[in-house]
Nanobody, 123 residues
Framework: QVQLVESGGGLVQAGGSLRLSCAYS????????MGWFRQAPGKEREFVAA????????YYADSVKGRFTISRDNAKNTVYLQMNNLKPEDTAVYYC????????????????WGRGTQVTVSS
């Protein structure tokens, strides 16, 4: 059983930064690929970033490339999403996800999910 708990969301002005964290418990964290997705009101959940169990390579949606960075600390069973130069369109609930297989960009590629953390970017 895998459990994921996100934290670090909040309200920030456009141009600001936030760092999301996802604490993992359950099966061996270091063997799981991790991802971040987000869902804005009235929209489908969309891929943001993913990272392999080894820490590299990393994958990003075009909309966040160059602004967001995904990383992991296998010793702490935690994955992070550093978000810089935030824009109002980044406003969404951000979800952490895990998979024992290679990371993908679809919701269906991940089998375990957290409950999400709200990120709101004001203009």
């Amino acid at each position: 059983q895998v459990q994921l708990v996100e934290s670090g969301g909040g309200l920030v002005q456009a141009g600001g930064s936030l760092r999301l964290s996802c604490a993992y418990s359950g099966r061996t964290f270091s063997t799981y690929a991790m991802g971040w997705f987000r869902q804005a009101p009235g929209k489908e959940r969309e891929f943001v970033a993913a990272i392999r169990w080894s820490g590299g390579p990393t994958y990003y949606a075009d909309s966040v490339k160059g602004r967001f960075t995904i990383s992991r600390d296998n010793a702490k069973n935690t994955v992070y999403l550093q978000m810089n130069n935030l824009k109002p369109e980044d406003t969404a609930v951000y979800y952490c996800a895990a998979t024992p297989g290679p990371p993908g960009v679809r919701v269906g590629d991940f089998g375990s999910w957290g409950r999400g953390t709200q990120v709101t970017v004001s203009s």
